[in-house]
């Protein structure tokens, strides 16, 4: 083994004027958030609630996400995916054919990598008061199993990247 005296060039890291993380070898990460607005959008817009007696509702967009989503790389190889997100989502829905559509949003926050589905929490209001909105609601609510699915599907992808 080389002593720090000798110099061995194999334990002198040269100066970078690029700063460049050599082979990977250092921790990198890799921002994610873009990617994860993209993919979350594909997999939860148009998600239909069973249709009941005539009352149900469907997600229509994505409409906001913040917090951060990484892929980190350690030693070149060693990859794992960290987020932390806040979603809101758009929903609209009808009770019964001949009724006004009526909007809302489900807010899903600690959708965390180290959360378990069950600590997840949801939050669905409707815009306006009244009977069809209180019907709508609890409808949105029963879609939480199919939310779940699609963002496990999301989870099992961010796990998957590469780069």
């Not at 809101?88 to 926050?109: P, Q, Y």
């Not at 306006?128 to 699609?150: C, F, N, S, W, Y």
Request: hydrophobic content about 35%; proline content about 2%; some cysteine.
């Amino acid at each position: 083994m080389a002593k720090w005296c000798e110099k061995d060039p194999r334990w002198v890291v040269a100066d970078r004027e690029d700063g460049s993380n050599v082979n990977g070898w250092h921790w990198e990460e890799k921002n994610k958030v873009a990617w994860s607005r993209a993919r979350l959008a594909d997999l939860l817009e148009g998600l239909e609630s069973p249709q009941e007696e005539g009352v149900g509702a469907q997600i229509t967009g994505v409409t906001d996400l913040t917090g951060e989503a990484l892929l980190t790389i350690r030693k070149g190889n060693k990859k794992f995916a960290v987020f932390d997100l806040t979603l809101t989502l758009a929903w609209a829905g009808r009770c019964g054919e001949e009724s006004n559509e009526v909007k809302g949003e489900v807010k899903i926050t600690e959708f965390a990598s180290t959360n378990e589905e069950d600590e997840y929490h949801f939050e669905v209001s409707a815009t306006g008061t009244g009977k069809e909105q209180d019907q709508l609601k609890q409808t949105v609510k029963r879609m939480r199993p199919a939310i779940l699915k699609q963002l496990a599907v999301f989870v099992a992808e961010i796990n998957q990247l590469q780069q």
